[in-house]
């Protein structure tokens, strides 16, 4: 979807209701779909796909709920609906997670999937598609680079 010059580009999403939206002046960096057993259980589905933006360029508004469900990440809901909008890592400042589920309207297109993580807690009955995007068991290698000490964390939870 294009633009007028004297117009600028945004990427916008809501929640299922409309009461609560977003609006970005970047476009997402990256999407990753997530396998992990909160995003499961969140969306009843078996797996979120995740779009990262820049968080200094993305506004909200609307009725959310921000809920921390893990020592890791707070998780955006709509206070009507319930629809989960986005994924705050405590660990990455400077970007938010928003679902891709949730997106409007993006002028500026949708990455291609970058990544599959926490592929080791994929439901038995659903297969990932061949798509020659790389797999990790938990999370991607920039992640424990970045952040050992949270790996580690999450680590002795799930034991």
Known sequence: M???NNQEKNL???????????????PATHLDYCYCIQCQ????APFIAWMGVPRS????????VHVHLSKIATRGFCEKCGAGLSLQYECYPEKTHVAA?????????IPEVGIHIFVKSRPAW???????VPRYEEFDEEFEERFPEVVK???????
Do not use: N, Q, W
């Open 41 to 44: 259980r969140i969306s009843g």
């Open 153 to 159: 964390e999450l680590r002795k939870l799930a034991e």
């Open 2 to 4: 294009s633009t007028s």
């Open 126 to 132: 659903h297969r990932i598609a061949e798509d020659g």
């Open 57 to 64: 360029t993305l506004t909200f508004s609307g009725p959310i």
């Open 101 to 109: 589920g949730t997106v409007v309207r993006s002028d500026f297109g």
């Open 12 to 26: 916008t999403g809501s929640c299922a209701c409309g009461s609560c939206t977003y609006t970005s002046t970047s």
